[in-house]
């Protein structure tokens, strides 16, 4: 008896074991989102000077070290550096993509977490405001909802880019994945061209 109730608490997480799952898939999607502009790069320039397997390495390493997903590597799979270079424009891709939502958490830190040390005020026409402490509280509040999106943005641009590194081990990628790569550069482009013009 006493095992049935431990497998079925296992098999049974509770709101606090996926909260926490939650969290840190968050914490690690934003760490590999952060990774994949300098890493792309890196393998732009090492590549073609005959790094492709130390490249093809680095992605591996990412997606299993940081993501903490399953070695996928074909045993004797080598990409080549044609390979391994269309990969690293596409990882740049999604890298510059990610850069928008890993604004929003900087800026979610900076102007809510941190506002009434950034902003000196004064607060009267601030949200919140007259005072410090309720324009801080009132910023601290709208940027909740706004890291929560930015968030789930990187869970979502590190589960397609990880699916795109398990292509240099051989496996073949669904049909929606390189669409899906093009429309997110697209829509990144345009928000981002959008959101300077406001400026």
Do not use: K
């Not at 909260?19 to 999607?29: D, I, P, W």
């Not at 709208?142 to 292509?167: F, S, W």
Request: aromatic share 6%; net charge positive; proline share 7%.
């Amino acid at each position: 008896m006493p095992t049935d109730l431990a497998h079925s608490a296992a098999d049974h997480p509770t709101a606090r074991s996926r909260s926490y799952r939650v969290v840190r898939l968050a914490g690690r999607s934003l760490a590999y989102c952060a990774l994949l502009v300098p890493v792309a790069v890196l393998a732009l320039v090492t590549a073609p000077l005959g790094g492709a397997g130390a490249a093809v390495a680095r992605w591996r390493a990412l997606r299993t070290g940081l993501l903490g997903m399953p070695p996928t590597a074909v045993p004797g799979r080598r990409p080549g550096t044609v390979a391994v270079l269309g990969h690293a424009l596409l990882s740049l891709l999604v890298g510059a993509v990610a850069v928008l939502p890993l604004g929003v958490e900087l800026l979610v830190v900076l102007r809510g977490v941190f506002y009434g040390l950034v902003d000196s005020g004064p607060y009267v026409g601030a949200w919140g405001g007259p005072t410090r402490a309720g324009a801080w509280l009132a910023h601290f509040l709208i940027g909740l909802p706004m890291a929560a999106a930015g968030l789930a943005a990187l869970i979502g641009i590190a589960a397609v880019h990880q699916r795109l590194t398990r292509r240099l081990d051989g496996e073949r990628g669904p049909l929606w994945l390189l669409p899906t790569v093009l429309l997110m550069a697209l829509a990144g482009a345009l928000l981002f061209v959008g959101w300077t013009r406001q400026i």
